[in-house]
């Protein structure tokens, strides 16, 4: 089973920008649309940002125009660039296809805060 290692996240303050990126172990070609996720404590996981093989992408509304999402299949890669981020922005960050496809990683922790 492919897995996932998300990475990149970490305290900043409001306004500030983050990368992330997701390692798969294995093809995400193979997976089709990649996705990336987000849970705010408390809340049920949601899908924030998808991108098809082919580049196209869709947004949350809450994400438009601040972050982007990017793959380079040929490092089996998934990236989101996060820019003005915002304290709701908050949340454990996961990748994963969509629908998902295989196990979730651990995760990477954004926390915006002055």
């Known amino acids: 089973q492919v897995q996932l290692v998300e990475s990149g996240g970490g305290l900043v303050q409001p306004g500030g920008s983050l990368r992330l990126s997701c390692a798969a172990s294995?093809?995400?070609?193979?997976?089709?649309?990649m996705g990336w996720y987000r849970q705010a404590p408390g809340k049920q996981r949601e899908l924030v940002a998808r991108?098809?093989?082919?580049?196209?992408?869709i947004y949350a509304d809450s994400l438009k125009g601040r972050f982007t999402i990017s793959r380079d299949n040929a490092k089996n890669t998934l990236y989101l660039q996060m820019n003005s981020l915002k304290p709701e922005d908050t949340a454990v960050y996961y990748c994963?296809?969509?629908?998902?496809?295989?196990?979730w990683g651990q995760g990477t922790q954004v926390t915006v805060s002055s």
């Open positions: 994963n296809a969509v629908p998902v496809r295989t196990v």
């Open positions: 294995g093809s995400i070609f193979s997976f089709g649309v």
């Open positions: 991108i098809t093989n082919g580049g196209f992408t």
